[in-house]
């Protein structure tokens, strides 16, 4: 056997198991992406989810929870963009986030929970304002949107003609209110909000 041979197999047999590596990481991320994105995994993943979020009266009772066509929006589903990469990298750097947040702070009462609240409301915000509300669009189509009052259809008039994302408006939809920083407001071209 010649060496040109030799070599030409060698990057075959390298080619075919990257490949085979390669789709079996693929596999294993998808496989912790989706059992990452439960809510049950959300909210039991740490001691204030479930404390504090994950059965507040606001949250359960919340139009994204409680649709007549009885389908429910999860954390992923608002938290996690789409995408295997995107999803994997997200569900990466928050959770580091959130373990250091963990560290450094004490959750250990609703109290000291609240104090901290306002600060994640705002970083929340200011990603989905920096995403342009991308996992908002992975459920909701502009041009489909219908809102049943008149201002409702005004503002998302005026949203799509001057390129104003969802957030920018609708940032109080399923957790307890926390009210927007006024250069948050400024920054997302909003006018006066509406939290429905």
């Known amino acids: 056997m010649n060496w040109r041979h030799f070599l030409k197999r060698s990057i075959l ?15 294993s991320l998808e496989k912790v992406d989706q059992l990452t994105s439960t809510d049950a995994f959300c909210s039991n993943s740490c001691h204030m989810m479930t404390d504090y979020i994950a059965y507040e ?6 139009l994204h929870r409680t649709t007549y066509t009885g389908i429910q929006a ?10 295997l990469l ?9 959770g580091m986030k959130d373990s250091w ?19 994640m ?7 989905m304002l920096a995403n342009n509300s991308e ?20 503002h998302h008039e005026l949203a799509q003609r001057n390129n104003v994302t969802c957030i920018a408006c609708h940032y109080n939809l399923v957790h307890e209110q926390v009210a927007p920083r006024p250069e948050f407001l400024s920054i997302a071209g909003a006018w006066p909000p509406a939290t429905e």
């Open 57 to 62: 009266p606001v949250y359960v009772n919340s």
């Open 86 to 94: 995107a999803a994997t990298w997200t569900h990466a750097i928050s």
């Open 74 to 83: 999860g954390c992923a589903d608002c938290h996690i963009p789409e995408g």
């Open 101 to 119: 947040s963990l560290l450094v702070n004490d959750f250990s009462t609703r109290e000291k929970w609240n104090k901290q609240r306002a600060q």
């Open 121 to 127: 409301a705002y970083q929340v915000r200011d990603q």
């Open 13 to 27: 047999i390298a080619t075919f198991i990257g490949v085979v590596i390669g789709f079996a990481i693929a596999l």
């Open 135 to 154: 996992t908002c669009r992975s459920c909701h189509q502009q041009d489909a949107l219908n809102p049943r009052r008149e201002r409702g259809i005004r």
